[in-house]
T-cell receptor, first 118, second 118 residues
Framework: GAVVSQHPSWVICKSGTSVKIECRSLDFQATTMFWYRQFPKQSLMLMATSNEGSKATYEQGVEKDKFLINHASLTLSTLTVTSAHPEDSSFYIC??????????????FGPGTRLLVL | AQTVTQSQPEMSVQEAETVTLSCTYDTSESDYYLFWYKQPPSRQMILVIRQEAYKQQNATENRFSVNFQKAAKSFSLKISDSQLGDAAMYFCASAGTSYGGSQGNLIFGKGTKLSVKP
């Protein structure tokens, strides 16, 4: 149980294009989903928190117009990297927190999406 | 504000031996949770163990156990009978529960790379 998928797992795009990454909770409903960014050999950095049906909350320093987050349902959140540039190349990981005890509930992670912008 | 510190960038253990990974944290929250996550080369984040701060008893999960010292704000992970499959990055994380603040967001340490020698 508690499986989270991400699609695509790997994407290469040209500079200036937009890329959409999907995060799905497969066997549970998630009120809250999180998006992280991980640079090589570094820790996970929280980018934003998305709640179903409301606007995402972005961490300080994260451009909300560049990283568009939509949490359309209790099982799907999307991250769109708009006008991607080489510095946006990174490993993006989502996690989902099951409906239940709210903030006390454990997060479950997706397998990540590797983005390479040429 | 919450911080998590892992002072050991790399550790090594002989197969079947025991190893302890260190973690210290700081938080202003009165109710919080602590976690150890494992990230193997596949980069899938896997929950190893979770500790609720209000519980004095140390959490255990098979070969994995923690030494939770609340007053010292220390949360170490002990891996017994180490196996080759335990080789991975290990991240310590904390999450507060206040709705007005971090809303259960995970704060990660920088990680410890564990190698297991056959």
């Amino acid at each position: 149980g508690a499986v989270v998928s991400q699609h695509p797992s790997w994407v290469i795009c040209k500079s200036g294009t937009s890329v959409k990454i999907e995060c799905r909770s497969l066997d549970f409903q998630a009120t809250t989903m999180f998006w992280y960014r991980q640079f090589p050999k570094q820790s996970l950095m929280l980018m934003a928190t998305s709640n179903e049906g409301s606007k995402a909350t972005y961490e300080q320093g994260v451009e909300k117009d560049k990283f568009l987050i939509n949490h359309a349902s209790l099982t799907l959140s999307t991250l769109t990297v708009t006008s991607a540039h080489p510095e946006d190349s990174s490993f993006y990981i989502c996690s989902a927190r099951p409906v239940g005890r709210g903030v006390k509930e454990t997060q479950y992670f997706g397998p990540g999406t590797r983005l390479l912008v040429l | 504000a919450q911080t998590v510190t892992q002072s050991q960038p790399e550790m090594s253990v002989q197969e079947a031996e025991t190893v302890t990974l260190s973690c210290t944290y700081d938080t202003s929250e009165s109710d919080y949770y602590l976690f150890w996550y494992k990230q193997p080369p596949s980069r899938q984040m896997i929950l190893v163990i979770r500790q609720e701060a209000y519980k004095q008893q140390n959490a255990t999960e098979n070969r994995f156990s923690v030494n939770f010292q609340k007053a010292a704000k220390s949360f170490s992970l002990k891996i017994s009978d180490s196996q080759l499959g335990d080789a991975a990055m290990y991240f310590c994380a904390s999450a507060g529960t206040s709705y007005g603040g971090s809303q259960g967001n995970l704060i990660f340490g920088k990680g410890t790379k564990l190698s297991v020698k056959p």
